[in-house]
């Protein structure tokens, strides 16, 4: 043994004294460019061809490195066995990470790729001008060479179409909405939104709407965030326009919600009300950011947009009789018509891209059908009372009653009345909430209530959802008069053109001039 150790001494002897003879005959630059022209030789006769992806371009942060860290967070759960935890600030979820100087194998058409996380320890410097980080880190992508074209191609844009869906998916969404003099807020200057997180949990799921029609909008909703490609081939702004209509209590509100959680958007609730002009709604485009809904509520209440072609010439409509360019529903200085339609479908509207606009009215037969018009509300979606199908899904979601669980002759029962009942989905969720915990009683006393709902409409007796919706339109209409008389409309002649216009809406709006409920 003792010999063992002898000779393994004058081994390392020999070793030492022959690379202090290299360094001594060979000088670095030699040293470098044989090592060079090894590594070209091999690389030469190798099968595979490597990528370096580094954290720090230079002096800037690698955006590919980071887009490449979320992609992996998507693979690594099932494919590593050591993983990296890491959750972001404003984010909702815990991200899964290549832990140090592991491996990783993905595939893509068909194509197998080895991802390598190298982490290395940075010389330490005297002088910077940016400090950089201890670590040096960086993935190496190992792949066939026949496939190169795939990696450098596809594949990295694949990975950074991964990566903003994750993103997107993980950061918490907002809720924004506007107010008066919001841009002159000397916490937030030039930031005229206000926003609270979203958390609200409507989702097509739990949306209570006919199956079909669901289906049809969010294949809307999917082929309008895809299509990117097609609006830039077609010339077309980046937007979509929808319109939904229907009488109070029907999910108009719950709808936005959905769409937001679907496409993982954030929503700007526009307050009309509270902006002063039509260049004031420009400046609030302006500072919507891309991937959102902007959504204006109760829109024929906000903003005179009831039909141009009955104006008379003895009877002018509110935010019509001044003709000035900023003229509105209160007086000079206020929202238009046209400022809206501009809004919607101007030359500002393309200011930024993937956006949506939601317009909501009880009343659809009071706009004004240029606002109507495809190009700036692209799909008209009618909500109307509660039917069979949305039964069904409310009693899944408040009951936990499945389709099949009740007997035929209950179900029967219902289809029969839930129809003439017209009892929106507002007002059979109270029904639900009341006696959630008790199955037989809830459903008894829903059937009775759609019965009774449907004796009282077939005998011609007013109902409970026509009283409220009666006062909700009189509340509206009497903050309108306030708002206008605050902002110097008090003369006589004025009183009587106001009172001239309500007249005009009841004589010139019949029911037969409504437009199509099937949405586009």
Same mark, same amino acid.
Request: hydrophobic share 35%.
């Given at each position: /043994? ?8 004058? @081994? ?9 003879? *290299?360094?001594t %005959? ?11 022209l090894?590594?070209r ?6 099968n595979?061809?490597? $990528? ?32 990296? !935890? ?13 832990a140090?100087?592991?491996?990783? =194998? ?8 080895? +991802?390598?996380?190298?982490?290395t320890?940075?010389?330490?410097q ?11 880190r ?13 990696? &450098? ?63 049809d ?31 109070p ?13 679907? *496409? ?16 004031? !709604?420009?400046?609030? *485009? ?23 072609? %009955? ?8 935010? $019509?009789?001044?003709? #000035?360019?900023?003229?509105? !529903?209160? #007086?000079?200085?206020?929202?238009? @018509?046209?400022?809206?339609?501009n809004?919607?479908?101007?030359? +500002? ?17 009071? &706009?004004?059908?240029?606002? @109507? ?5 692209? /799909? ?7 039917? $069979?199908?949305?039964?069904? %899904?409310?009693?899944?979601n ?7 669980? &009740? ?6 029962? $219902?289809?029969?009345v839930?129809?003439k009942?017209? /009892? ?7 029904? !639900? ?16 209530? =759609? ?27 009497? *903050? ?19 009172? #001239?216009?309500v ?18």
């Open positions: /043994m003792r010999e063992f150790w002898t000779s393994l001494a004058s @081994l390392m002897g020999v070793v030492a004294f022959c690379q202090s003879l *290299l360094t %005959i060979f000088p670095p630059s030699f040293r470098y460019t044989f090592l060079k090894f590594n030789i091999s690389n030469y006769f190798s595979y061809c490597y $990528f370096d992806i580094t954290e720090i371009d230079g002096v800037n942060t690698n955006e590919l490195y980071n887009a490449a860290q979320l992609y992996l967070s998507s693979t690594t759960a099932s494919a590593a066995g050591r993983l990296s !935890l890491t959750r972001s600030l404003n984010s909702s979820a815990v991200t899964f990470g290549l140090h100087n592991d491996t990783l =194998f993905d595939t893509f058409k068909g194509v197998t790729i080895q +991802w390598e996380h190298i982490v320890q940075r010389p330490s005297s002088f910077s001008w940016r400090p950089v980080p201890d670590e040096k960086g993935f190496t992508i190992r792949v066939n060479k026949s496939c190169k074209d795939i990696v &450098l191609g596809p594949y990295l844009d694949h990975i950074m179409g991964r990566a903003v869906d994750i993103r997107r998916q993980n950061q918490d969404r907002y809720l924004y909405t506007n107010s008066r003099g919001g841009s002159l807020d000397s916490a937030r200057p030039g930031h005229p939104w206000e926003a609270v997180p979203f958390k609200h949990p409507s989702t097509f799921d739990t949306l209570a709407i006919d199956p079909k029609r669901k289906a909008i969010m294949a809307d909703l999917r082929e309008f965030a895809a299509g990117e490609s097609f609006y830039r081939a077609t010339g077309r702004a980046w937007k979509r326009g929808y319109l939904l209509y229907g009488p209590g029907t999910g108009k509100s719950s709808m936005i919600a959905a769409m937001a959680n679907h *496409l993982n958007y954030d929503i700007y609730d526009l307050e009309v009300t509270e902006v002063g002009s039509n260049s004031e !709604l420009r400046k609030l *485009l302006m500072k919507t950011t891309s991937k959102s809904i902007i959504v204006i509520e109760d829109i024929d209440c906000s903003v005179d947009l009831s039909d141009r072609k %009955i104006n008379t010439p003895n009877h002018h409509h509110r935010g $019509f009789h001044h003709p #000035g360019p900023d003229d509105g !529903l209160s #007086g000079p200085g206020s929202v238009t @018509l046209s400022g809206l339609l809004f919607t479908d101007g030359l +500002w509207s393309c200011c930024g891209s993937e956006r949506i606009f939601v317009f909501t009215t009880n009343h659809v037969e009071k &706009l004004d059908p240029a606002l @109507l018009r495809c190009g700036r509300m692209d /799909m008209h979606i009618h909500l109307s009372y509660c039917s $069979f199908e949305a039964l069904k %899904i409310l009693l899944k408040y009951v936990g009653l499945e389709d099949g669980e &009740l007997d035929s002759q209950t179900m029967a029962e $219902f289809e029969a839930v129809e009942a017209e /009892m929106t989905p507002a007002d059979v969720s109270e029904v !639900l909430i009341r006696h959630r915990r008790e199955r037989k009683r809830v459903v008894k006393e829903l059937l009775e209530e =759609f019965k009774r709902r449907a004796n009282g409409n077939k005998n011609g007796r007013i109902g409970p959802n026509s009283i409220f919706e009666d006062q909700e339109e009189e509340e509206k209409r009497e *903050l309108l008069e306030m708002m206008h008389n605050n902002n110097g409309g008090n003369s006589s002649n004025d009183q009587e053109e106001k009172e #001239g216009n007249v005009v809406h009841d004589q010139f709006f019949p029911k037969e001039t409504q437009v199509d409920k099937k949405f586009n």
